[in-house]
T-cell receptor, first 112, second 114 residues
Framework: LAKTTQPISMDSYEGQEVNITCSHN???????ITWYQQFPSQGPRFIIQ???TKVTNEVASLFIPADRKSSTLSLPRVSLSDTAVYYC?????????????FGAGTRLFVKA | DGGITQSPKYLFRKEGQNVTLSCEQN?????MYWYRQDPGQGLRLIYY???????QKGDIAEGYSVSREKKESFPLTVTSAQKNPTAFYLC?????????????FGAGTRLSVL
């Protein structure tokens, strides 16, 4: 399974755009990139998933460069309620899609 | 209202006791998972099941056991062999066979040792 590296923590202010980058140098050809959000004492919640280029949904965008060795989760105009831990996961069925690895994640603190 | 239900929310275990954490889903998902989370840490996979009557060990299966007799249910037993069981336990489910399976999580069970 591809190992991922994320910053341990990030600070931001309300209304700003936040970009969290994840490195995954040994990503395999069939691997997908998935991001989750977790609030204290709750289970993680799926945010977005992508394979290449750019994916956008109602809460975030995911940017993946051509070499796919990294990805960036972009949260537009964050609010206090976006304070959470964000996890980047990489994998697919042929690398054990059922066997996922959640690293320590990135703790995002949004200040007023 | 579809989702994953974990119970109880809080659980206390005495020395030498086995305890069972419940996980039920009505999402019609084939795959189910159990994770352990320690304070300030990420999630670690205990067991996962791709289909009824089948399950595989994750990274930290020692001291735990599971069963998958029904599609909807995947109970986790924390045995007395697990010497440090205090943690936050999370159950998840997903559709099998789709990309890196998007997992849907329950609200968790917090287990403490008396």
């Amino acid at each position: 399974l591809a190992k991922t590296t994320q910053p341990i923590s990030m600070d931001s202010y309300e209304g700003q755009e936040v970009n969290i980058t994840c490195s995954h140098n040994n990503i395999a050809t069939n691997d997908y990139i998935t991001w989750y959000q977790q609030f204290p004492s709750q289970g993680p919640r799926f945010i977005i998933q992508g394979y290449k280029t750019k994916v956008t949904n109602e809460v975030a965008s995911l940017f993946i460069p051509a070499d796919r060795k990294s990805s960036t989760l972009s949260l537009p105009r964050v609010s206090l309620s976006d304070t959470a831990v964000y996890y980047c996961l990489v994998g697919g069925l042929d690398t054990g899609g059922f066997k996922t690895i959640f690293g320590a994640g990135t703790r995002l603190f949004v200040k007023a | 209202d579809g989702g994953i239900t974990q119970s109880p929310k809080y659980l206390f275990r005495k020395e030498g006791q086995n305890v069972t954490l419940s996980c039920e889903q009505n999402l019609n998902h084939d795959a189910m998972y159990w994770y352990r989370q320690d304070p300030g840490q990420g999630l670690r996979l205990i067991y996962y099941s791709q289909i009824v009557n089948d399950f595989q060990k994750g990274d930290i299966a020692e001291g735990y056991s599971v069963s998958r007799e029904k599609k909807e249910s995947f109970p986790l037993t924390v045995t007395s062999a697990q010497k440090n069981p205090t943690a936050f336990y999370l159950c998840a489910s997903s559709i099998a066979g789709k990309k890196l399976n998007i997992q849907y999580f329950g609200a968790g069970t917090r287990l403490s040792v008396l």
